[in-house]
């Protein structure tokens, strides 16, 4: 049985080319209102009245590619971690994962950028409370 699952979420992310943004944020949670849930003839579907984040990262190519990055270094802060991507060139989109990792949302940014740090806090597992990242166009080390 397979249900389709819609967002929605108008101002959340949009697809952008070269020239986009070096930083964003993901959104804390997801209402089921963000959600659509088409279910099969006969089913009826429904959302979580609010969809968590449950992890940020990279991706080298719009979410439909399934191309996760593997981080380059990752350390653990008081409340959190700090993963780092270094980059010798293609699309760098950062991915926010939501619920049961069955809901992202992803943002296409600056091609030009050559290292990018995702910062995230966390309250505990699973939920993590904040994620940002930042990119830059430095050389890196």
């Given at each position: 049985m397979k249900m389709a699952i819609c967002m929605s979420i108008s101002s959340a992310f949009a697809l952008v080319a070269h020239g986009a943004?070096?930083?964003?944020s993901c959104p804390a949670a997801l209402t089921g209102d963000d959600v659509t849930v088409r279910a099969p003839l006969g089913w009826k579907g429904s959302a979580q009245p609010v969809i968590r984040l449950v992890a940020a990262g990279m991706m080298a190519g719009p979410p439909e590619s399934h191309a996760d990055l593997v981080p380059y270094k990752?350390?653990?802060?008081?409340?959190?971690?700090?993963?780092?991507?270094?980059?010798d060139?293609?699309?760098?989109?950062?991915?926010?994962?939501?619920?049961?990792?069955?809901?992202?949302?992803?943002?296409?940014?600056?091609?030009s950028a050559t290292?990018?740090?995702v910062?995230?806090?966390?309250?505990?597992?699973?939920?993590?409370?904040?994620?940002?990242v930042e990119c830059t166009t430095k050389k890196w080390q």
């Open positions: 943004d070096m930083n964003a990752q350390r653990r802060l008081k409340n959190g971690a700090e993963t780092t991507w270094v980059f060139g293609g699309e760098k989109w950062y991915v926010c994962t939501y619920g049961s990792y069955a809901i992202q949302l992803a943002r296409r940014l600056d091609d290292q990018c740090t910062r995230h806090t966390s309250a505990g597992l699973p939920a993590v409370t904040s994620a940002a």
